[in-house]
């Protein structure tokens, strides 16, 4: 990459609020509404300090990566949506394995927008963790026998992914619509920066396939619902907390 400009006092600005914001989480006695509603107050820092920008000085911008360790091995039920998550901030993605062979995904874009992947990638897990706490509570999920009840609580973690990636898609999509009413596309500006630097690095992707997964139908359409009911802004602030969270069934 070229040599690092100096960076922006809003820029500063922008990433000191996002780190206050690592602290406003689930896990220490934050609502998940409060969460969500700290995110949003972000987003909208995030689209001022786009728009304040000239697309000469988002294209001398520089990139960086962000890592989000998931603890595991094998693929994990926010899997469904943090695709969803890096295309709403304007990130690319990819998995890579840590020295302890435990997958960690990857989010690669301006610093602003890698600050926002990472804070929402954290700020829906904790909140997966929470809905799932509650639904093993339910009727619903007592009435399923013990030996089903561990993929009836995946059924649900996915279906939730599954609601917040398509509300991520709907919130991207309004939020580039906005863009291009001020007479610019973001869009295109930023992702010919991120693939010009990708490029220098050498880097080429590839997808593949999921395997089929076991489906408890009542719970996953139960998490859909509780994925549905997050509200999640344009823009959502990022930046999460680099400590481990213990998941359903965990170390």
Not at 230 to 240: D, E, K, Q, R, S
Request: net charge positive; aromatic share 6%; hydrophobic share 40%.
């Amino acid at each position: 990459m070229d040599s690092p400009l100096p960076e922006r006092p809003d820029l500063n600005k922008l990433k000191a609020r996002i780190q206050g914001l690592r602290a406003k989480t689930v896990e220490n006695g934050c609502t998940e509404h409060e969460a969500v509603a700290a995110a949003a107050k972000v987003a909208a820092l995030l689209d001022q300090y786009d728009l304040s920008l000239t697309d000469v000085e988002i294209r001398q911008d520089t990139c960086e990566r962000a890592e989000y360790d998931t603890w595991r091995k094998n693929g994990i039920p926010l899997d469904g949506c943090v695709a969803a998550i890096a295309d709403f901030a304007d990130c690319r993605i990819w998995h890579e394995k840590n020295q302890f062979d435990e997958r960690r995904y990857i989010f690669f874009g301006r610093q602003a927008d890698v600050a926002v992947a990472h804070y929402l990638c954290d700020l829906i897990d904790r909140s997966m963790l929470i809905e799932v706490a509650r639904f093993k509570c339910t009727p619903g999920y007592l009435g399923y026998r013990p030996a089903e009840r561990k993929t009836a609580s995946n059924s649900f973690l996915h279906g939730m992914a599954a609601s917040i990636a398509a509300k991520l898609r709907e919130m991207k999509a309004q939020r580039d619509e906005a863009h291009r009413a001020t007479g610019r596309d973001l869009v295109l500006v930023k992702a010919a920066l991120v693939d010009e630097e990708l490029a220098k690095l050498g880097m080429s992707f590839t997808t593949r396939r999921q395997a089929p997964r076991t489906i408890a139908k009542h719970a996953f359409y139960s998490g859909h619902a509780a994925g549905r009911k997050i509200v999640i802004n344009p823009g959502i602030g990022a930046g999460g907390s680099d400590r481990r969270v213990e998941r359903p069934g965990g170390r």
